[in-house]
Antibody
Framework: EVQLVESGGGLVQPGGSLRLSCAAS????????MSWVRQAPGKGLEWVAN????????NYLDSVKGRFTISRDNAKSSLYLQMNSLRAEDTAVYYC???????????????WGQGTLVTVSS | DIQMTQSPSTLSASVGDRVTITCRAS??????LAWYQQKPGKAPKLLIY???SLLNGVPSRFSGSGSGTEFTLTISSLQPDDFAAYYC?????????FGQGTKVEIK
């Protein structure tokens, strides 16, 4: 059974840092693109970043470029999101998600974690 | 960046109704579009990819169509389990974007 379990969320002051983790199991982690998607309270979904299978390519939402870094450790089947210079508008539930590997579907996310809440407030 | 616009934002319907949600892209995305369902407090669930391909296990009352800049999600006969929010998402570029969502509520 595919499982994605996020951790590391919490309350942080503006300008602070936080590192989210996502532990994957039930599939061969190194074969998949992985993404982070967030959802502010009462709002819609917003794609944040993704990373290629071997970590050689990363893509980011414009508003987080230079502040957030996505990374992965294939030996540990884990995905990470380092978040620096956090702002109030980064407050959201952050989901870890696996890219679909069906031909023509790569770019959509077929498995999601339960999410971890990040609150940026003084 | 490619912008995705969904309509309507909210839709009131009854069990058994045929429901259609529209998603428009700011530029052509070919067929690289997915649809998700999300219930309160839960993670999104992928329904459709490549504009019209139903994910295994998704009920056949869900269907998707479109290409280029205009897409639709149709629920042929709304069931009680279908009251939820629905999102489109483009994956034509590596910078992916979601629509703002459509809430399907009970009339």
């Amino acid at each position: 059974e595919v499982q994605l379990v996020e951790s590391g969320g919490g309350l942080v002051q503006p300008g602070g840092s936080l590192r989210l983790s996502c532990a994957a199991s039930g599939f061969t982690f190194r074969r998949y693109w992985m993404s982070w998607v967030r959802q502010a309270p009462g709002k819609g979904l917003e794609w944040v970043a993704n990373i290629k299978q071997d970590g050689s390519e990363e893509n980011y939402l414009d508003s987080v470029k230079g502040r957030f870094t996505i990374s992965r450790d294939n030996a540990k089947s884990s995905l990470y999101l380092q978040m620096n210079s956090l702002r109030a508008e980064d407050t959201a539930v952050y989901y870890c998600a696996r890219d679909n590997d069906i031909v023509g579907a790569t770019g959509s996310c077929d498995y999601w974690g339960q999410g971890t809440l990040v609150t940026v407030s003084s | 960046d490619i912008q995705m616009t969904q309509s309507p934002s909210t839709l009131s319907a009854s069990v058994g109704d045929r429901v259609t949600i529209t998603c428009r892209a700011s530029q052509s995305i070919s067929v690289w579009l997915a649809w998700y369902q999300q219930k309160p407090g839960k993670a999104p669930k992928l329904l459709i990819y490549k504009a019209s391909s139903l994910l295994n296990g998704v009920p056949s009352r869900f269907s998707g169509s479109g290409s280029g800049t205009e897409f639709t999600l149709t629920i042929s006969s709304l069931q009680p389990d279908d009251f939820a929010a629905y999102y489109c998402q483009q994956y034509n570029s590596y910078s992916r974007t979601f629509g703002q969502g459509t809430k399907v509520e009970i009339k």
